[in-house]
């Protein structure tokens, strides 16, 4: 699958600026086709109050992967937004940092889904999300 729009990983990144992706330390690290990449840490900003990193930051990294993979499959004039998304944790992790790995399941005309997998360092799989988008516009 080849992206529909083409753009740099600085250019990914610069989408972040003065948004929660940027205060929450996520970056784009990988995009070749039909793969988006992105890294974020495992630090205060992203820990639940034992420690251990928030299922909610699993779960935004995994939203801001499929919302952004999702919208590079749109044609000029369209955007996407989330309609759903589930996510199931496998494992926790305490410290370092956590990459999430985008892959579409199925690309509709009026919604898409997508699968991302959340790895550790060690690269085990600590979390699974499934996100759908609406294709508006």
């Not at 000029?76 to 940092?97: D, F, I, P």
Request: glycine fraction near 12%; proline fraction near 1%.
């Amino acid at each position: 699958m080849a992206w529909k729009r083409q753009l740099t990983l600085d250019e990914l990144n610069a989408t972040s600026v003065n948004t929660m992706v940027a205060h929450l330390g996520i970056i784009y690290t990988r995009i070749e086709e039909g793969v988006l990449e992105a890294e974020m840490p495992v630090d205060a900003r992203t820990h639940q109050p034992f420690g251990l990193l928030h299922g909610g930051a699993s779960a935004a990294l995994a939203e801001t992967l499929g919302s952004m993979a999702g919208w590079l499959m749109t044609e000029e004039g369209q955007c996407v937004v989330g309609t759903e998304l589930n996510a199931t944790h496998h494992r926790a992790v305490s410290s370092g940092k956590v990459r999430g790995e985008c892959r579409a399941l199925h690309l509709g005309r009026q919604g898409q889904s997508w699968e991302i997998a959340v790895f550790d360092e060690r690269g085990r799989r600590c979390c699974t999300c499934r996100l759908g988008t609406a294709v508006l516009g």
